[in-house]
C-alpha cells in the first residue's frame, strides 16, 4: 500500500477530491468512472478502483464460473491429447 495521502475533507455532498499525485500513479483523469469498495483488509478502508479494473475482474470471474459449470467428463475430453497414427 502507497503512502496516505490528505487529510482529505468529506464535502456536505459526500464527494472527496483525488490529489494530483495520486491521479497521476492511477492513470486517472477528470471524468474517469470508479469504483469505490470497501477494503476486505481493513475495516474501516476503501479502496478506488478504475471501472476497467472491475470490468476485466468480471469477465475473469464469468469465464472461471463457466469452467466451474463444465462438467469434468468435458474437461477431461479437452485436456486429452489427439492420437496419431
Request: no cysteine; hydrophobic share 40%; aromatic share 2%.
Amino acid at each position: 500500500m502507497s503512502e496516505p495521502h490528505g487529510p482529505i475533507k468529506i464535502s456536505a455532498n459526500r464527494q472527496i477530491a483525488l490529489p494530483k499525485a495520486l491521479m497521476g500513479r492511477l492513470h486517472l483523469q477528470p471524468g474517469d468512472m470508479v469504483y469505490v469498495l470497501q477494503s476486505d483488509s481493513e475495516q474501516h478502508g476503501l479502496v478506488v478502483v478504475p471501472v476497467e479494473r472491475v470490468s476485466e475482474w468480471v469477465r475473469i470471474g464469468r469465464a472461471a464460473e463457466r469452467e466451474r459449470a463444465r462438467g469434468p467428463a468435458e474437461r477431461m475430453q479437452d485436456d486429452a491429447e489427439p492420437l496419431s497414427d
